[in-house]
């Protein structure tokens, strides 16, 4: 059954945040989010269950008391897609709601009606260190989380909570809102704070003996292996355990510094190389790696200029020389390259949509035409315009293992980098001198791949310089 349902926009992440206390850029930030494992902003998983709960007393205005309430935020919601919450099973003792996208639970809920359990726990008093409140997430070392406890007061009021979630407000008690929205400000700004993931809030209703307007925690376990922490906090009327995972930071690639002698210094004298998608992850380091050899890069960004700026920064400190070009791969390339102030003498093509979403079925055309948008149209018409300028240019079409390995969930995806390799082969048969080398790369350390266990990557350097000297080779 149907309760619910809508899209989210930055600007409802935006008031949220606000409301929350929870400024986390995973949430609100653009440009920071992509550098994510979400890959792009996502809903607040604490929004989402609000949402869901102000659904539900919206539409059962009878609800009886509220005992305990489990969540589990299984996978992300991101902006403008249609999510909805649905009511799963029904009962006198309790309920179950799930929020959706096309048909997948990204989150559910588990409700128990019943007497309140208890009371707040003794831990909980003024003795507990106040957190002074600040909208800059926490970046705190995972090793420094362990033994962590405060208080944190909340920072949505009675009147935030009564205008975004008033069905749930009347239900539960605006105290009771405002504490589940200072347990995502919790997770999401102090511990683990900046690099975090909130994945699970199981809480009991409890006489609220306390009457202040804080939230109280207490790092219960912080498990090294798996980089999850466990928090037992308390108030506003809740008592339990929230669970979270403290994600790995974004992935750096080498240093100018760390590459001296990687390559002889002369090695790509006179080559001027446009790096697509060069701002970060294996655009940055063929970027440095050419550079280190003496060439000329020219880094494109579509979104992220501070990135790009801060790599061209870096060669040009260096000793190296490097421009930057604003470039969409799926607009007009002819404008764009007209900007350059040379011609290059070779192009790598690392642009790439979000490759990890989940979805309700096998097949999803939408998905598979943005992939090929990407990875065919865009890598054609960048081909066909530099090739109309220099005949003999050289390319690299990154293309993956995963063509031949077929994991699951990934059919676009590889059905895309297939298509871009026949092109690639017809190219180098029907258009020389100009010359593409396609090469299908490993699991490497992007922002991309980046997971919270360790996984074996093969060595970027390792795996690049080679495919480099290749396509740095031609013409011949």
């Known amino acids: 059954m149907s309760l619910a349902q809508r899209t989210f926009a930055i600007s409802d992440q935006q008031a949220f945040a606000s409301a929350s206390g929870d400024h986390n850029p995973m949430h609100v930030d653009e440009l ?33 008391p509220l005992r305990k309430l489990r969540a589990r935020f299984n996978k992300f919601v991101y902006l403008n897609e249609h999510a909805e919450v649905v009511l799963t099973e ?82 539960l008690g605006a105290r009771r809102i405002s504490a589940l929205a200072a347990s995502t400000h919790l997770v999401g700004m102090l511990f683990p704070g900046l690099h975090s993931i909130y994945s699970e809030l ?41 669970n979270s ?61 501070a990135d790009a700026e801060r790599v061209a920064e870096e060669i040009r400190a260096d000793g190296g020389v490097c421009e930057t070009l604003h470039y969409d791969v799926q607009k007009p390339a002819n404008e764009q390259l007209a900007l350059l102030s040379e011609t290059p003498t070779h192009a790598y093509y690392f642009a790439t949509p979000a490759i990890f979403r989940a979805q309700s079925s096998l097949f999803v055309t939408a998905r598979f035409e943005e992939f090929l948008r990407v990875y065919v149209d865009g890598f054609w018409e960048l081909a066909e315009v530099l090739r109309a300028r220099r005949p003999q240019i050289s390319l690299y079409y990154p293309s993956s293992v995963a063509v031949a390995e077929r994991p699951k969930g990934m059919t676009e995806y590889t059905m895309a980098k297939a298509a871009g390799e026949v092109l690639c082969s017809d190219m180098n048969v029907s258009l020389a001198p100009m010359h593409v080398t396609q090469s299908r790369l490993p699991r490497l350390q ?17 795996t690049l310089l080679p495919i480099i000297r290749e396509v740095q080779s031609w013409p011949r």
């Open 32 to 64: 920071m989010a992509r550098r994510t494992q979400a890959g792009s902003p996502v809903v607040h998983g604490i929004h989402l269950l609000l949402w869901a709960l102000d659904a539900l007393s919206e539409t059962h205005p009878e609800l009886p």
């Open 90 to 171: 029904q009962n006198q003792t309790g309920i179950r709601i799930n929020v959706s996208v096309d048909g997948i639970a990204r989150s559910k809920f588990t409700l128990e009606f019943g007497d309140a359990v208890g009371d707040v726990p003794d831990w909980l008093d003024s003795s507990l260190e106040e957190i002074v409140y600040s909208t800059e997430p926490l970046d705190v070392k995972f090793e420094e989380i362990s033994g962590r406890s405060g208080r944190i007061a909340f920072q949505m009021t009675s009147k935030d909570a009564a205008a975004m979630f008033p069905a749930a407000t009347r239900w």
């Open 202 to 242: 199981s809480v009991s209703r409890c006489a609220d003996d306390v009457a202040k307007d804080f939230l109280g925690f207490r790092v219960a376990d912080a498990d090294t292996r798996v980089r999850t922490v466990d928090h037992e906090i308390a108030g506003g009327g809740w008592t339990g355990i929230v």
């Open 245 to 305: 995972i403290a994600r790995k930071p974004p992935v750096a690639q080498p240093t100018m510094e760390s590459l001296a002698g990687a390559v002889g210094t002369e090695e790509f004298r006179g080559a001027v190389a446009l790096i697509i998608g060069g701002s970060r992850g294996l655009g940055e380091l063929t970027a440095k790696l050419i550079a280190t050899g003496g060439g000329r890069p020219v880094i494109t960004w579509q979104r992220g200029k």
């Open 446 to 462: 992007t922002d991309q791949t980046a997971s919270v266990a360790d996984v074996e990557t093969a060595d970027a350097v390792e």
